[in-house]
């Protein structure tokens, strides 16, 4: 991924919101006003930065936290302060999920604690360590399609992701990127509302649409550099993917590997969604992007999290399917929204393995 000035950075790691238009809609029907180029060759997706060149972190090491620790699966351990002291304890293998729970007519449920919820693993109950239900901080990337069908979309598009970016927690950090053939850093990390409306005027719409290796690109870069360990991504398109060098399972296994964002897709991608704990959303229009950007930022600022010790080792390796339940008195069905499993990192650092897009195929 590329910021404007061109700057190279070495290939990058990031959670998030993807936003598709599907079907016979006005939105996906609205023709571009821009000639579309012949397609180039596309290059394994990586992020050029809009500032000087620094150098990247160890792409096969862990991505760390604001306190030094790994993010999410495979932590080893963590520093709690018990009685008035700090203590470090060993975690043997901890899994974190962010979970949305919706009753039967798809409303948000806030009201559960702890007790509500059984986690199982490849279909063993797990214990849960660690449960909280407040508004974190989120890392999280926009990604806006600036392919040539978006020319007559731009407007609308630029409302509804600086009116997403207002609902969301003030202690939360952004970055934006435009993508087409390529991915470009219009904005690095910040939570400076003008900062991001100078980086969407930078965008221009012309040529093809590689969503799948800008999400990649994102991904990587997230998990590079995010301060906050809940993390998503957002991406804004209107089509397909027409130029990516990634395929969509490709894409996932990379996201898994990376134990990366979350991801809200609206229409086309829906798969991506599932796998990694977002929602699909189908707007009818472009008018209807806005009220989705307000149910997405809600979603994301009311989710339960919820952590355990993974009783499998991660040293067997392998993909581990996850199940969430949760049930409450007098609430009839409830549904859980969170990631359908994990690769676990301590596992691929053990065996020399690397992340890469030329993985296998991801559990489907």
């Known amino acids: 991924m590329h910021l404007r000035r061109k700057s190279w950075l070495p290939q990058l790691a990031?959670?998030?919101?993807?936003m598709v238009a599907g079907g016979s809609s006005e939105w996906a029907q609205q023709p571009a006003t821009t000639q579309t180029p012949a397609k180039p060759p596309v290059q394994h997706p990586s992020l050029t930065v809009d500032r000087d060149p620094v150098l990247s972190p160890d792409p096969d090491a862990p991505a760390k936290s604001q306190t030094g620790a790994p993010q999410g699966v495979g932590q080893q351990s963590q520093i709690g302060r018990e009685g008035g002291k700090y203590t470090l304890h060993e975690d043997a293998y901890e899994v974190r999920l962010n979970a949305t729970v919706l009753d039967g007519s798809g409303r948000s449920v806030q009201t559960l604690d702890k007790s509500a919820f059984t986690v199982y693993e490849d279909g063993v109950q797990q214990t849960i360590n660690s449960?909280?239900?407040?508004?974190?901080?989120?890392?999280?990337?926009?990604?806006?399609d600036s392919s040539g069908s978006m020319y007559d979309k731009r407007a609308a598009v630029e409302?509804?992701?600086?009116?997403?970016?207002?609902?969301?927690?003030?202690?939360?950090?952004?970055?934006?990127?435009?993508?087409?053939?390529?991915?470009f850093i219009d904005t690095d990390f910040t939570n400076n509302l003008d900062k991001l409306r100078e980086g969407l005027g930078y965008i221009k719409s012309s040529g093809g649409t590689a969503i799948y290796d800008a999400l990649v690109?994102?991904?990587?870069?997230?998990?590079?550099?995010?301060?906050?360990?809940?993390?998503?991504?957002?991406?804004?398109?209107?089509?397909e993917d027409n130029a990516s060098s990634a395929t969509l399972e490709q894409t996932i296994r990379r996201i898994q590997d990376l134990d990366g964002p979350v991801i809200y897709c609206v229409g086309l991608l829906s798969k991506v969604a599932e796998q990694t704990g977002g929602?699909?959303?189908?707007?009818?229009?472009?008018?209807?992007v806005d009220e989705i950007a307000a149910?997405?930022?809600?979603?994301?600022?009311?989710?339960?999290?919820?952590?355990?010790?993974?009783?499998?080792?991660?040293?067997?390796?392998?993909?581990?399917?996850?199940?969430?339940?949760?049930?409450?008195?007098?609430m009839g069905r409830l549904s859980v929204r969170t990631r359908s499993g994990y690769y676990p990192r301590v596992a691929r650092s053990a065996t020399g393995s690397q992340a890469s897009l030329a993985g296998s195929p991801t559990k489907p």
């Open 159 to 183: 409302k509804a992701s600086l009116d997403f970016v207002k609902l969301s927690n003030p202690a939360d950090e952004e970055f934006l990127v435009d993508f087409s053939w390529e991915a």
């Open 14 to 18: 990031a959670v998030g919101w993807l």
């Open 217 to 239: 690109a994102s991904a990587d870069y997230l998990a590079k550099n995010a301060k906050h360990p809940k993390q998503v991504l957002l991406v804004v398109t209107d089509g």
């Open 295 to 330: 149910e997405v930022a809600q979603d994301i600022r009311t989710q339960y999290t919820i952590s355990y010790h993974s009783t499998k080792s991660p040293t067997l390796g392998g993909y581990r399917e996850v199940h969430v339940e949760a049930k409450a008195k007098s």
């Open 279 to 288: 929602a699909a959303y189908f707007p009818k229009s472009v008018n209807q």
């Open 131 to 144: 449960f909280r239900h407040e508004d974190l901080p989120v890392s999280l990337g926009l990604l806006i």
